[in-house]
């Protein structure tokens, strides 16, 4: 197995997130996985117990993500948003845009990709639209390539 040795850019409340979701995962989750395996077992043959089966996937499926997390958490890095440079679009701006083909508003914060979430209004500074927004200032027009095209935003304001 690779181990990817790269940092995971994280917002404090991204960081934060991330612990709570490992306590959870160890404290609660696994004990409700072994419960489950138990009930399982007394059920008997294991050569043919679906419910064993499913259960010992979920443990699989359960450890992987603790360690996806812990290995995320011993690599983050936090980004300061108290020194975020407002005069440009950095991992940690929220930025309001002008979306010019539809003419309406959106707001987006950037952040690290292992706290992306475009339904929550994060986007990934490695995404097509995260990439072309860094570095950018307000009052630029910035052109996205897009799967269904190129999207033009008119940048409104940066704020952390």
């Known amino acids: 197995m690779m181990i990817d040795v790269k940092e995971t850019l994280l917002t404090e409340e991204g960081y934060q997130k991330l612990e709570d979701e490992l306590e959870y995962l160890k404290v609660t989750k696994r004990k409700e996985v072994a419960e489950r395996i138990k009930v ?7 050569s043919e117990n679906a419910e064993y089966d499913e259960a010992k996937n979920e443990q699989a499926q359960l450890e992987e993500r603790i360690v996806k997390l812990e290995n995320m958490l011993r690599k983050a890095v936090i980004i300061d948003e108290s020194n975020i440079d407002l005069s440009v679009v950095t991992i940690g701006s929220i930025i309001k845009l002008k979306d010019l083909e539809f003419d309406e508003d959106i707001e987006y914060a950037i952040v690290g990709s292992a706290e992306a979430d475009p339904y929550d209004g994060k986007i990934s500074n490695e995404s097509p639209v995260g990439q072309a927004l860094l570095g950018r ?3 630029e027009t910035v052109e996205v390539q897009v799967p269904d ?11 952390r």
């Open 40 to 46: 399982a077992i007394s059920f008997g043959d294991l």
């Open 149 to 159: 095209g190129v999207i033009k935003f008119e940048i409104l304001d940066i704020k």
């Open 137 to 139: 200032s307000v009052g």
